[in-house]
Nanobody, 120 residues
Framework: QVQLVESGGEVVQAGGSLRLSCVASGRTSSDYAMAWFRQGPGKAQDFVAT????????YYADSVKGRFTISRDNAKNTMYLQMNNLKPEDTAVYYC?????????????WGQGTQVTVAS
């Protein structure tokens, strides 16, 4: 069992930056692939980025490429999402997820989410 807790969401002006964190507990996070998803108001949940257990492979949604950076510190059991040049359309609840499989169709473990609001 893995527990995930996100933090770092807040209100920011367009063009600004935020760093989200996701702390994993219950199991060694280095055993798990991790990912960020988001759900905007009235929208379906969307994939944002994923990173493999060692942190050596990552993928991004086209909408965030060049602006967002996913990383992890396995010694701290923490995954990060550095978000730069934020746009109003980035407004969403951001969720972290984890799974033993790489690129699973459905992630097994989920956090409660952290709200990011980008003001224009």
């Amino acid at each position: 069992q893995v527990q995930l807790v996100e933090s770092g969401g807040e209100v920011v002006q367009a063009g600004g930056s935020l760093r989200l964190s996701c702390v994993a507990s219950g199991r060694t996070s280095s055993d798990y692939a991790m990912a960020w998803f988001r759900q905007g108001p009235g929208k379906a949940q969307d994939f944002v980025a994923t990173i493999n257990p060692s942190g050596s492979i990552w993928y991004y949604a086209d909408s965030v490429k060049g602006r967002f950076t996913i990383s992890r510190d396995n010694a701290k059991n923490t995954m990060y999402l550095q978000m730069n040049n934020l746009k109003p359309e980035d407004t969403a609840v951001y969720y972290c997820a984890a799974d033993r499989a790489w690129l699973p169709r459905i992630y097994t473990y989920w956090g409660q989410g952290t709200q990011v609001t980008v003001a224009s």
